[in-house]
């Protein structure tokens, strides 16, 4: 097969059962690791899966810890006035992050890279930094990677601050494999993170930090389903139910949800013509971990895998972006089926050690992920209160799903092969590429790590 039959295609142009499923993801308002939206979620997904008819529909349940969120506050005293942020437009805890009261003076540590906090002693002091990594850094830093850096140089808290306008704090994970941080952490808007700055800028500036949070054990789920022929060897296309709190998740990650539900429908109406089975899974615990693509890569034989497809990031934007990670035969395939269909897409080959792709990639499965391409950088509306349906487009997720779908139909061609290589190639590229630092100063370099790690520590 080459291309879809026509009228698969005019299908998935009318299609509207992912759109609907993005709604009623978005109406659980709260699909959190753990809480009860993200299994209503799991559960309502499973059921989308058997309405579009794919095979041996299962829904697995996998311990993980689990995150609840309280009150937060920051109170700055500058000048005979004190000022204290507590808004949900101002400020929100970040997932992982521990209880706690500190008092403490203000540091803006600025982009937060690890030149930055070089030889630098921050004892008891509040740190902030930003969400930006500079264009020309060579690699994106990330939020744990700068929360690290702050606990390590002696910071009593953390302070997290958007780069992008609009009263919008970011969230998103700092804690730890098996519980929370080692220090309290907040988000705040960039409004609030300019302000900020300018008190900085003016004085020493005291600071008191105030976070409630409740950290426990809980269960997520991985859903899944298959279609074609029921072959040992099997192509995987992925996205993950759960989103952070502040939102409702709309795009990170039902965008990519509903888009596995539109592929599985376009792949279940060509099942026979398939030569290679094709699993569907929308993991679970991805936002506070990679809970669930760990679980089942370390429950399954990744012999079996031919490859994997993730696609988490995508919906930002109308054009594909599909991140190689050096696996140019897959990349390959998806820039046929851009030609095939006339619907731009943009290729990158630099590994991205984030999302649910990576726990296969890291120990040398074939692996890329799917994304919008974007001139903003960073994840714009995602890890916000903006990240709502009405940001989204429909139009998007049928191109992008179409085009998924061909490529995931032209992967299982058994005249297809896609090797896998050397987990110790994988690493030299982190490496290369400057990933090792983050990873480490974040414990989740897995290399030199038990066997079995890190799905064993997480139990």
């Known amino acids: 097969m080459t291309k879809l039959p026509d009228n698969v295609v005019g299908r998935a142009y009318r299609s509207t059962i992912g759109w609907d499923l993005i709604a009623e993801l978005e109406d659980l308002n709260d699909r959190m690791p753990g809480h009860e939206g993200e299994r209503v979620g ?46 949900s437009h101002e400020l929100v805890e970040l997932p992982g992050t521990p209880s706690g009261d500190v008092t403490g003076e203000l540091v803006d540590m600025g982009y937060g890279l690890p030149e930055d906090f070089e030889a ?98 809980g269960t997520s789920h991985n859903i899944e389903g298959s279609v074609g022929p029921d072959t040992d060897e099997e192509v995987l296309f992925t996205a993950h139910v759960d989103g952070h709190d502040v939102g409702t998740a709309a795009n990170d990650n039902g965008f990519g949800t509903a888009m596995v539900v539109e592929v599985g429908k376009m792949l279940a109406l060509i099942a026979d013509e398939l030569e290679t089975k094709v699993r569907l899974v929308v993991f679970g615990a991805e936002e506070t971990g990679l809970y669930g693509s760990y679980y089942w890569s370390h429950t399954h034989d990744l012999n079996n895998v031919k490859c994997i497809v993730n696609v988490d990031g995508a919906g930002y934007s109308r054009n594909l972006e599909i991140h190689s990670h050096g696996f140019e035969t897959v ?129």
């Not at 810890?65 to 507590?86: E, Q, Y």
């Open 120 to 217: 630098v002693d921050l004892s008891g002091d509040i740190v902030m930094a930003s969400s930006l990594t500079p264009d020309n850094y060579g690699r994106w830093v990330h939020r744990s990677e700068k929360y690290h850096y702050a606990a390590e140089s002696g910071a009593a808290a953390f302070v997290f601050y958007n780069h992008l306008e609009g009263a919008l704090p970011p969230t998103g994970n700092i804690g730890s494999v098996n519980g929370p941080g080692p220090i309290p952490a907040l988000g705040v808007s960039k409004e609030t993170g300019a302000r900020l700055q300018r008190y900085c800028d003016d004085d020493t500036t005291e600071v008191e930090l105030s976070v409630e949070s409740e950290v426990g054990r």
């Open 331 to 459: 990349a390959n395939v998806f820039e046929t089926v851009s030609e095939e269909y006339e619907i731009p897409l943009h290729t990158e080959d630099g590994i991205r050690p984030n999302s649910d792709h990576w726990p296969f990639v890291q120990r040398g499965v074939a692996g890329v992920q799917g994304r919008s391409s974007s001139e903003e950088s960073g994840r714009g509306w995602g890890h916000t209160h903006g990240d709502t349906f009405d940001k989204l487009d429909v139009r998007d997720l049928r191109d992008m799903s179409i085009l998924c779908a061909a490529g995931i139909a032209r992967l299982a061609r058994r005249d297809v092969e896609v090797e896998h290589v050397d987990d110790e190639m994988i690493r030299q590229t982190c490496v290369d590429e400057g990933f090792d630092v983050g990873m480490k100063a974040t414990d989740t370099w897995p290399w030199g790590k038990p066997k079995d790690w890190p799905w064993a520590d997480k139990l």
């Open 42 to 87: 799991a559960e309502r997904v499973a059921e989308t899966f058997e309405a579009v008819g794919l095979d041996a529909v299962s829904l697995e349940p996998f311990p993980i810890p689990a995150w609840w969120r309280g009150d937060a506050s920051l109170t700055v005293a500058h000048g005979d006035r004190d000022t204290t942020f507590g808004l």
